[in-house]
């Protein structure tokens, strides 16, 4: 198989695919690639929205600069840089988040595959169908927000201890982490200054947590949040 029909089978088209990670990741890098790619396998024109100016003279012939959404046509690629995901963030009612909205509900429609470059999570989450993140240029997870965020569990516990308990015991982050880590609802577990953040099914075990932890100190404050992607993001960049 070559690296074509690898790249197909990580973007079909038509599609909705965010491509994020931190900065000089490689994200815009790999967009472009994957809309040549499609724009070459289907006989689709290529439109880019949110390049900078002083980017645009770099992209190869035949590419098609935009300025809106609304220009957007059928048959089509469309690289969405994330300076102009901006907009979406700032007002969640103007007219090009309207215009977001629309495109991303009949684009398979109109045979458009949109493909946006962005550091945004909460972006890509919002407006793709799959999530690829990379580090560094590696590429260290591609699926749906939910199916990531189920990686490390749906919920976040977070318990902190008094933090000079862990002072006067030294292997004490170790114990905690590996008896937790023995709990079947239990994903991933991580300890800093005194709070136990523990990656799971919280919601239904959330009192069992609270008296383990007991057993090593006094427990100060207890809290329960939902997994997010930057949570997510956060395991990825530290196993990768």
Known sequence: MN??????????HPAAMAISGARGSGKSCLAYYLAELLAARHGLQVEVLGLAPYKQTLLPEGYKIIESLTQVGRDRVLVIDEVALQFHARRSMSNENIAMDQLLTISRQRNQTVILATHNLHEAETLADRILILNNGKIVALDTAKSLK???????????????????WPDLNSRIKNELMELSYVDYVTIDDGTIRVFGDMCNHLPELIDICR??????????????????????????
């Open 150 to 168: 189920q990686r490390i569990g749906n919920e976040i516990g977070f318990i902190s201890l008094d933090p000079v308990i862990f002072t006067i």
């Open 215 to 240: 057993e090593y100190g006094e427990v100060t404050k207890v809290d329960l949040w939902e997994t997010s992607l930057e949570d997510v993001f956060l395991q990825l960049m530290k196993a990768s």
């Open 3 to 12: 690296d074509q029909m690898v790249w197909e089978m990580v973007l079909p």
